[in-house]
């Protein structure tokens, strides 16, 4: 059962670090026109881009922890 979990939670952490940077270069490639866009005019396509990433990123890491658990569990039987 570990040949599979462990394996798991280094994909898992991989995935978990590859959207943690493409939501902070999305988070970067925000301009000052970004920022200063009249209020109620809605999120522009980076910032829904920054949200949808920094959304999976805890996803993931749920997951991770989640996977550890059942090792941790499995472990102690």
């Known amino acids: ?3 599979i ?3 798991l939670v280094v994909v898992l952490a991989l995935l978990t670090v590859f959207t943690l940077v493409r939501g902070i270069a999305a988070f970067l490639a925000s301009t000052k026109e970004d920022l200063e866009r009249p209020e109620g ?5 980076n910032q829904l881009l920054q949200n ?9 890491q749920g997951a991770a922890i989640v996977v550890v658990a059942i090792i941790l569990f499995a472990a102690r039987k």
């Open 1 to 3: 059962m570990n040949y």
């Open 52 to 60: 949808k990433m920094m959304f999976r990123r805890i996803l993931f």
């Open 5 to 7: 979990l462990i394996p």
């Open 41 to 45: 005019s809605g999120p522009t396509p």
